[in-house]
């Protein structure tokens, strides 16, 4: 059971704790993972800067941090990460986002990251795996020795991720999803919910189900006729409960305009239509 404040050992490598931020989009809270043993720990995704949280984090691993590592910067993720750096002065890892919206501004990293780098420590390697997609600066990251991949929000357990546009890109995220299975994965490390043990199978299933999306998509076109989003999302998520249709708007814009890309839908003031 996720339980905010407690640590979960999950190897001998990764221990886990939870954030008390829980709700509709967040889970249990956000996992933030502590990587390596004394003296060398990497501390990812830190999240949301809520005082109790830090005090968890110092308790658990205090003076052995030797860095901060981000999967991306949404405001769950990686807002407590410059305090962390700042109060142990160690340096910050992740990238940046070209999106100027729902993004944590005071997150400056000191190591900007590129596809396949690595995050070295004593006994175990980080790979850092550019997942553009749920924003443009997105990365997992494959602890090596163990082939566990920390997911951030690529991947949730127990709900599906919102893609908004312009940062969110549906078209990147389902190739991004299926690069993971180009790497040596056992099992998924998500930033909510409880470990994911079959990478391969959770892939399949959520590419699956965003082109199921997809065709729902297209096929609300071919029922309405020209569009705009509130008309439309009733239809495409009629099976969503309706107090959560603001979010699908967002992911139902990205399967948008990705048919738009692909030639297969339009948006003409305002109207989105299917392209005959």
Not at 161 to 189: C, E, F, H, N, W
Request: glycine share 10%; charged share 20%; net charge negative.
């Amino acid at each position: 059971m996720l339980t905010p404040g407690l640590i979960h050992p999950l190897s001998d490598r990764v221990r886990r704790l939870v954030a008390p931020n829980p709700g509709p989009m967040t889970g249990a809270g956000t996992n933030t993972y502590l990587i390596g043993n004394a003296g060398d720990v990497a501390v990812l995704d830190p999240g949301p800067a809520i005082e109790a949280h830090l005090d968890a984090i110092l308790a658990a691993v205090g003076d052995d941090i030797s860095r901060v590592v981000c999967t991306h910067t949404h405001p769950d993720h990686s807002p407590a990460a410059a305090l962390l750096a700042d109060r142990l002065g160690v340096p910050m890892i992740g990238a940046v986002s070209g999106d100027d919206r729902h993004q944590d501004k005071t997150f400056r990293p000191d190591r900007q990251l590129a596809d396949g780098d690595a995050i070295t420590g004593q006994g175990w390697t980080l790979r850092a795996i550019a997942t553009p997609g749920h924003v443009d600066n997105h990365f997992c990251f494959l602890l090596e020795e163990e082939g566990l991949v920390f997911a951030g929000d690529h991947i949730m357990n127990g709900s599906t991720v919102v893609i908004v546009p312009p940062g969110g890109d549906m078209q990147a995220y389902i190739s991004s999803l299926r690069k993971l299975l180009d790497y040596p994965v056992t099992a998924i490390a998500p930033g909510h919910g409880e470990i994911i043990p079959d990478c391969r199978a959770e892939v399949e299933k959520l590419v699956r189900h965003r082109l199921m999306r997809e065709r729902k998509v297209l096929s609300g076109l071919q029922k309405t006729g020209p569009a705009d989003l509130d008309t439309l999302v009733v239809t495409v998520y009629d099976d969503v409960d309706p107090a959560l249709h603001e979010w699908a708007k967002l992911s139902m814009l990205a399967h948008l305009i990705k048919l738009d890309r692909e030639a297969q839908a339009r948006e003409v003031n305002g109207l989105w239509q299917c392209v005959q």
